[in-house]
T-cell receptor, first 114, second 111 residues
Framework: AQSVTQLGSHVSVSEGALVLLRCNYS??????LFWYVQYPNQGLQLLLK??????LVKGINGFEAEFKKSETSFHLTKPSAHMSDAAEYFC????????????FGKGTRLSVIA | SQTIHQWPATLVQPVGSPLSLECTVE??????LYWYRQAAGRGLQLLFY??????ISSEVPQNLSASRPQDRQFILSSKKLLLSDSGFYLC??????????FGQGTRLTVV
């Protein structure tokens, strides 16, 4: 079975500061990993995904994440936070084959302070 | 290009009334389809998923049911809503091993 743990339900950073959102996964098979962002009352948008190519994955809006197998982690970072980054962020894991659904973490709400 | 439509965007229903939420996908065939529910502080809870017409897997036994009458149509239903059914419902599709695409969601309030 697969699972995802997002450390910190709420993270607050100052505008211009580093954003770090933590995600640890558990999977018995090599996984695909995803980060999604959700703005209020909207669906989820894909930020980036890891599918076994480069371990450092660059996504939209200046975000990136690094797959670390030894740490079973896939933390999301952005060097400088913007006010528009305030949203809820979800990490997700799935198997590389088969039809099993994406398994999501509980989400981390990011607040950006001016 | 692929798109996903989910409606209605908001819904207020009395306790005990029926529910029908519809989701349709365009631009792809034989997608895997999913219904998730999002409650405050609880992330996304997978309710149902379907890998083909008439094939439904239920993840959480509860007051809801799902059906897939056509390849690109996924319906979430209830015969009698409970207060605890309130939440934000999201439909999604993906091809095997690929990313998931989400609808805009339905905010359901049961009163």
């Amino acid at each position: 079975a697969q699972s995802v743990t997002q450390l910190g339900s709420h993270v607050s950073v100052s505008e211009g500061a580093l954003v770090l959102l933590r995600c640890n996964y558990s999977s018995s098979v090599p996984p695909y990993l995803f980060w999604y962002v959700q703005y209020p009352n909207q669906g989820l948008q894909l930020l980036l995904k890891y599918t076994s190519a480069a371990t450092l994955v660059k996504g939209i809006n200046g975000f990136e994440a690094e797959f670390k197998k030894s740490e079973t982690s896939f933390h999301l970072t952005k060097p400088s936070a913007h006010m528009s980054d305030a949203a809820e962020y979800f990490c997700a894991v799935s198997e590389r084959t088969g039809n099993t659904p994406l398994v999501f973490g509980k989400g981390t709400r990011l607040s950006v302070i001016a | 290009s692929q798109t996903i439509h989910q409606w209605p965007a908001t819904l207020v229903q009395p306790v005990g009334s029926p529910l029908s939420l519809e989701c349709t996908v365009e631009g792809t065939s034989n997608p895997n389809l999913y219904w998730y529910r999002q409650a405050a502080g609880r992330g996304l809870q997978l309710l149902f998923y379907s890998v083909g017409i008439g094939q439904i897997s239920s993840e959480v036994p509860q007051n809801l049911s799902a059906s897939r009458p056509q390849d690109r149509q996924f319906i979430l239903s209830s015969k009698k809503l409970l207060l605890s059914d309130s939440g934000f419902y999201l439909c999604a599709w993906r091809v095997t091993g690929g990313r998931a695409f989400f609808g805009q969601g339905t905010r359901l309030t049961v009163v």
